[in-house]
T-cell receptor
Framework: DAGVIQSPRHEVTEMGQEVTLRCKPI?????LFWYRQTMMRGLELLIY????????DSGMPEDRFSAKMPNASFSTLKIQPSEPRDSAVYFC????????????FGSGTRLTVV | AQSVTQPDIHITVSEGASLELRCNYS??????LFWYVQSPGQGLQLLLK??????LVQGIKGFEAEFKRSQSSFNLRKPSVHWSDAAEYFC??????????????FGGGTRLMVKP
């Protein structure tokens, strides 16, 4: 298995632009998580999905953030409009059903908003 | 709700020395415990996990961790550190919800630096 695949690896955009981050989870995993990592706040859970359905989006910082999972093999995290304070590394992780799954993380997308 | 504390934000050890990274958790039931490592520019990689049974668990890259229920701890150890172990280490505790899946709560991380 290729693991969790995220794209792009790096994104530099201007303030006010729309940004879309992409994630392909491991086939067969039932759960998908979006995290944000910054020096100040560490690792923050933004939203997670179970069988493509958003379960908890309480970590999404503002209405500017939205996430979708149209099918079991693809998810997006969109920021519109982007702001400099959104600069961070965004990770996607997936997990199988069951207690012992743990998470498999992607390599992350480093977002810089200038 | 569960929580995880990693008391040491930074640790520096000499190459070849032993290592222990501390992790304390708070959880009302039997926890599921994990250690992850994050190398610079990379995602988090699972080092080892504990679910039940033997309280000393072995992981990849020569790491081990010991679950001590009485101390609510799950410390990570390595007998001899290599320069390539320099990274950030995260402890996580898993909770069960809806009798399925794992909701992991992560600690703040410990950054390990290795001196030559």
């Amino acid at each position: 298995d290729a693991g969790v695949i995220q794209s792009p690896r790096h994104e530099v955009t201007e303030m006010g632009q729309e940004v879309t981050l992409r994630c392909k989870p491991i086939s067969g995993h039932d759960y998908l998580f979006w995290y944000r990592q910054t020096m100040m706040r560490g690792l923050e859970l933004l939203i997670y999905f179970n069988n493509n359905v958003p379960i908890d989006d309480s970590g999404m910082p503002e209405d500017r953030f939205s996430a979708k999972m149209p099918n079991a093999s693809f998810s997006t995290l969109k920021i519109q409009p982007s702001e400099p304070r959104d600069s961070a590394v965004y990770f996607c992780a997936s997990s199988p059903l069951g207690r012992r799954g743990g998470y498999t993380f992607g390599s992350g997308t480093r977002l810089t908003v200038v | 709700a569960q929580s995880v504390t990693q008391p040491d934000i930074h640790i520096t050890v000499s190459e070849g020395a032993s290592l222990e990274l501390r992790c304390n958790y708070s959880y009302g039931a039997t926890p599921y415990l994990f250690w992850y490592v994050q190398s610079p520019g990379q995602g988090l990689q699972l080092l080892l996990k504990y679910f039940s049974g033997d309280t000393l668990v072995q992981g990849i890259k020569g790491f081990e961790a010991e679950f001590k229920r009485s101390q609510s701890s799950f410390n990570l150890r390595k007998p001899s550190v290599h320069w390539s172990d320099a990274a950030e280490y995260f402890c996580a505790v898993g909770a069960i919800w809806d009798n399925a899946g794992n909701m992991l709560t992560f600690g703040g991380g410990t950054r390990l630096m290795v001196k030559p």
